[in-house]
């Protein structure tokens, strides 16, 4: 099975920045896409950005401009630069790996981000 270790969250001010990174390890399956997704208190687990076995990435229209993903192929690392940051990006944010043959997906344990105003 692929493992996910993740770390870079914290506390930030408002319209600061941070870094998330996600180390993949283990069976390491081919994959389809590598992604982070958020969970806020009291709501559903969205998703943040997300990047695929071909290099392209996809995020909320809300985000564009403020989150990048990018991915380290040689350390099998996963990014997510965060700028511009607001308290509404508060939350614990999940790295997510997805097998390209099963579509298995695996998690991280999720690293908490708060945004203070």
């Known amino acids: 099975q692929v493992q996910l270790v993740e770390s870079g969250g914290g506390l930030v001010q408002a319209g600061g920045s941070l870094r998330l990174s996600c180390a993949a390890s283990?069976?390491?399956?081919?994959?389809?896409?590598m992604g982070w997704y958020r969970q806020a208190p009291g709501k559903e687990r969205e998703l943040v950005a997300r990047?695929?076995?071909?290099?392209?990435?996809n995020y909320p229209d809300s985000l564009k401009g403020r989150f990048t993903i990018s991915r380290d192929n040689a350390k099998n690392t996963v990014y997510l630069q965060m700028n511009s940051l607001k308290p509404e990006d508060t939350g614990v944010y999940y790295c997510?790996?997805?097998?390209?043959?099963?579509?298995?997906?695996?998690w991280g344990q999720g690293t908490k981000v708060t945004v203070s105003s």
């Open positions: 997510n790996y997805q097998c390209y043959s099963s579509g298995r997906n695996y």
């Open positions: 283990g069976s390491m399956c081919t994959f389809n896409s």
């Open positions: 990047i695929t076995r071909s290099g392209s990435t």
